[in-house]
């Protein structure tokens, strides 16, 4: 077997694997059922129907792989707004437009009926990746890959705002780093406030969010708000097989400096969990090397998980 084949099974099938045998209880439940909408009261069982206890997975972002996947500008000369010389880079990297990306994500309760019987806490994990899987002339290396460990402390409301009801909101402490070593390495931590509503098949997940930040002179990406961002806005709409999800990014500049983020996905259910999937995107850090990097995507594949 070629060896780029067995680093990917290595690293990503049995992963994925895992995360389905995992979660193969709840799938006969629930969560997983692609045909049928989930409430947010399901997915973060926000309600005593829908509580599955703690201490089991289940799914947060959306689980997909997109084996094709176009870049407008694949980043060759990633560059820092950190002024060290430290972090000069000047190799250019001959990557192809073309390119795999993966995506997995899972959260699991730890704590149940906390402050009062109102508040749940989860610890959740994402793992986005890029894979030069078409590039024979650089062995096929995976170009980026973002760690995403979070922690969640989830609360069920329940007001009328704008036609919709307000379901649940919360805070949450977010790392995501690339884990490469300077000049290369990107990373920042956030405290995350998130609102999740509802009406009919709309769902509207809004998170403003601020940096914490260490020192100055460690950090790989002072600038990273600037383009980034500073909050973003997720809306899904589901009906039948088809399920349309976007999310927009934006670093609350309202001139010539606004930057920001947007992006569209299109799933269609085929056979069980198993789902056709689309996904454009354009603007900045759509990963944590291309946080400065403009760039307009789009990729075709087929996903496991939605965001409903």
């Known amino acids: 077997m070629p060896h780029f084949l067995f680093s990917g099974i290595y690293r990503f099938v049995v992963p994925l694997l895992l995360l389905m045998a995992f979660t193969a209880g709840a799938q006969n439940r629930t969560l997983f059922n692609a045909r049928r909408q989930q409430t947010m009261a399901q997915r973060w069982e926000l309600d005593s129907a829908s509580r599955q206890g703690t201490f089991i997975i289940t799914p947060y972002k959306p689980v997909y792989v997109l084996p094709a996947r176009w870049s407008s500008s694949p980043n060759e000369d990633p560059v820092s707004g950190n002024p060290s010389e430290e972090y000069d880079y000047d190799e250019q990297i001959d990557y192809n437009n073309i390119e795999a990306r993966i995506q997995l994500s899972f959260k699991v309760k730890v704590l149940e009926s906390i402050f009062w019987g109102y508040g749940d806490l989860w610890a959740a994990y994402t793992q986005k990746s890029q894979w030069q899987v078409y590039n024979k002339s650089l062995s096929r290396p995976f170009r980026e890959i973002n760690y995403e460990p979070e922690v969640i402390l989830n609360f069920a409301t329940n007001y009328q705002i704008l036609g919709f009801t307000g379901r649940m909101a919360g805070i949450s402490f977010n790392h995501t780093s690339n884990g490469k070593e300077t000049p290369l390495s990107r990373s920042w931590n956030r ?42 806005l997720t809306l899904i709409y589901s009906a039948g097989r088809n399920s349309f999800a976007f999310t927009g990014s934006h670093n609350l500049n309202f001139n010539e400096h606004t930057k920001g983020y947007a992006e569209l996905s299109w799933s269609y259910a085929l056979k069980g969990n198993l789902k056709s999937f689309v996904q454009a995107g354009y603007g900045y850090g759509e990963t944590m090397i291309d946080y400065n990097n403009s760039q307009f995507t789009i990729g075709v594949g087929v996903s496991l998980i939605e965001w409903l």
């Open 191 to 232: 405290v995350i406030f998130h609102a999740g509503f509802e009406k009919d098949n709309w769902q509207v997940l809004i998170r403003p969010w601020f940096r914490v930040r260490g020192e100055k002179k460690e950090d790989d990406n002072p600038d990273i708000e600037e383009y980034m961002g500073r909050g973003d």
